[in-house]
């Protein structure tokens, strides 16, 4: 199994900054992308931010140049900053991995818990 544990979130004003971390733990061998969706109240979740394996790193079209993505592969994990925030960035963040548990097998997802942001006006 693999666990995610995310910490960081809560209250910021507009125009603020927010820093997410996350971490991977378990029996994996590696991990293909690491990232954050996001999900606001009654809607499915929307992926904002990846970091992939071969340095990609892909953003939401709404947090590009505001949001920045960064993974450390030796430590499993990774980090969202959150600058410029808007109201509309309130919502619950969720970090993901994408990640192989053996040679040959195949690539799973797995997600955290969630953390809530709240942006005020």
């Known amino acids: 199994q693999v666990q995610l544990v995310e910490s960081g979130g809560g209250a910021a004003q507009t125009g603020g900054s927010l820093r997410l971390s996350c971490k991977a733990s378990?029996?994996?061998?590696?991990?293909?992308?690491m990232g954050w969706y996001r999900r606001y109240p009654g809607k499915r979740n929307e992926l904002i931010a990846e970091?992939?394996?071969?340095?990609?790193?892909n953003y939401e079209e709404s947090v590009k140049g505001r949001f920045t993505v960064s993974r450390d592969i030796t430590r499993n994990t990774v980090d969202l900053q959150m600058d410029s925030l808007k109201p509309e960035d309130t919502a619950t963040y969720s970090c993901?991995?994408?990640?192989?548990?053996?040679?040959?097998?195949?690539?799973?997802?797995?997600w955290g818990q969630g953390t809530k942001v709240f942006v005020s006006s």
């Open positions: 993901y991995a994408v990640v192989k548990m053996q040679v040959g097998g195949d690539w799973a997802s797995y």
């Open positions: 970091s992939i394996s071969d340095g990609r790193a």
């Open positions: 378990g029996t994996f061998i590696t991990i293909q992308r």
